[in-house]
T-cell receptor, first 115, second 113 residues
Framework: DAGVIQSPRHEVTEMGQEVTLRCKPI?????LFWYRQTMMRGLELLIY????????DSGMPEDRFSAKMPNASFSTLKIQPSEPRDSAVYFC?????????????FGPGTRLTVL | AQSVTQLGSHVSVSEGALVLLRCNYS??????LFWYVQYPNQGLQLLLK??????LVKGINGFEAEFKKSETSFHLTKPSAHMSDAAEYFC???????????FGKGTRLSVIA
C-alpha cells in the first residue's frame, strides 16, 4: 500500500529559477496539505485542499509561491522565482477529510536548496 | 483557535531511562491530540493519537501518552529509552471537522549510551 509520494526528493537550483514540487496523496484521501520545515520556523502549514479545492492559503509566504491540485491524485507546489531563503524541506500530507479526526499521513519530503 | 506548546526543544536521556516529552495544548473545542516522530531525513510518522474514550493511549515502539483535560496536557512517555528512539517528536492538536493539525515546535530526543 503506497503512502504519500513526493518528487523530487532533493532539488538544488539557482536563485531566480522556477521550482516545481510534486505530490501524490494516498488513494481515497480527499484532503491534502503542504508544509515547509526549517530550523528557524519549524513546521509551517502553507496551504491545504479539500476535494481539490484550496481552503486556506494564508500560510503561503508570498506571491512567488503557488499550489494547484488539478485532480484527486496530484498536487504541485511551485516557486517562481526561487530565492535562497526558500531553502527548506517541503512536506506533503494527506488525510480523509470526512473522518471526525484527521490523522495526517506524511510523504518523505523534498529537500530544496536554492543557491 | 488552537495551539500547542512543547516544553524543551531538546531532551537528553540515558539508554534505559524514562523518556518524558511534555506537551500542553490550547483548544476552544474538545481536542484530538497526536504525537508524531520524525527520524533524520524522513517524513513525520504517527506515534499515537487521542480522539475519545480512554485517556491513556498506547502507540508504537512502546510509547504512550495520557490526555489530562484538567491540565490541558498530553505528555509522551516511554519507560525505557532505546538508542533507536533518538529523533524529533512533534505534538499536534486538531478540532472537529476538517481543520488542519496545529503542530508544536518539536522536541529533539537524544539517547546516550
Amino acid at each position: 500500500d503506497a503512502g504519500v509520494i513526493q518528487s523530487p526528493r532533493h532539488e538544488v537550483t539557482e536563485m531566480g529559477q522556477e521550482v516545481t514540487l510534486r505530490c501524490k496523496p494516498i488513494s481515497g484521501h480527499n484532503s491534502l496539505f503542504w508544509y515547509r520545515q526549517t530550523m528557524m520556523r519549524g513546521l509551517e502549514l502553507l496551504i491545504y485542499f479539500n476535494n481539490n479545492v484550496p481552503i486556506d492559503d494564508s500560510g503561503m509566504p508570498e506571491d512567488r509561491f503557488s499550489a494547484k491540485m488539478p485532480n484527486a491524485s496530484f498536487s504541485t507546489l511551485k516557486i517562481q522565482p526561487s530565492e535562497p531563503r526558500d531553502s527548506a524541506v517541503y512536506f506533503c500530507a494527506s488525510t480523509e477529510a470526512d473522518r471526525s479526526y484527521n490523522e495526517q499521513f506524511f510523504g518523505p519530503g523534498t529537500r530544496l536548496t536554492v543557491l | 483557535a488552537q495551539s500547542v506548546t512543547q516544553l524543551g526543544s531538546h531532551v537528553s536521556v540515558s539508554e534505559g531511562a524514562l523518556v518524558l516529552l511534555r506537551c500542553n495544548y490550547s483548544s476552544s473545542v474538545p481536542p484530538y491530540l497526536f504525537w508524531y516522530v520524525q527520524y533524520p531525513n524522513q517524513g513525520l510518522q504517527l506515534l499515537l493519537k487521542y480522539t475519545t474514550g480512554a485517556t491513556l493511549v498506547k502507540g508504537i515502539n512502546g510509547f504512550e501518552a495520557e490526555f489530562k483535560k484538567s491540565e490541558t496536557s498530553f505528555h509522551l512517555t516511554k519507560p525505557s529509552a532505546h538508542m533507536s528512539d533518538a529523533a524529533e517528536y512533534f505534538c499536534a492538536v486538531s478540532g472537529s471537522g476538517n481543520t488542519p493539525l496545529v503542530f508544536g515546535k518539536g522536541t529533539r530526543l537524544s539517547v546516550i549510551a
